[in-house]
């Protein structure tokens, strides 16, 4: 069974740093590519950004230059760190990764860790 946990979320002034943690388990983690998603109250969910399995990343336009994505393979995790936060960064984090078993897609998400910045 895929499970994904997230932990990190908080409140933090416009400027401050944090960073958000994912375990995951019931996968073979090292082959996955990793997503972090956020929803702000009233908007849709969107990416903010994702790493393969062979550590390249790619992030949202919004947060380039200020988050960073990584792993730690041997603790099956997945990191975001968050840098001049803003208070347009407010929204509830989610991790996600999509498996595919016999030809069909499978998204699991983790329950999401809340990050509010303060102006």
């Known amino acids: 069974q895929v499970q994904l946990v997230e932990s990190g979320g908080g409140l933090v002034q416009t400027g401050g740093s944090l960073r958000l943690s994912c375990a995951a388990s019931?996968?073979?983690?090292?082959?996955?590519?990793m997503d972090w998603y956020r929803q702000a109250p009233g908007k849709q969910r969107e990416l903010v950004g994702r790493?393969?399995?062979?550590?390249?990343?790619n992030y949202a336009d919004c947060v380039k230059g200020r988050f960073a994505i990584n792993t730690d393979n041997a603790k099956d995790t997945v990191f975001l760190q968050m840098s001049n936060l803003e208070p347009e960064d407010t929204a509830v984090y989610y991790c996600?990764?999509?498996?595919?078993?016999?030809?069909?897609?499978?998204?699991?998400w983790g329950q999401g860790t809340l990050v509010t910045v303060s102006s």
């Open positions: 996600h990764l999509q498996r595919w078993n016999l030809g069909r897609p499978y998204d699991y």
């Open positions: 790493i393969t399995s062979g550590g390249s990343t």
């Open positions: 019931g996968i073979i983690f090292s082959t996955m590519t």
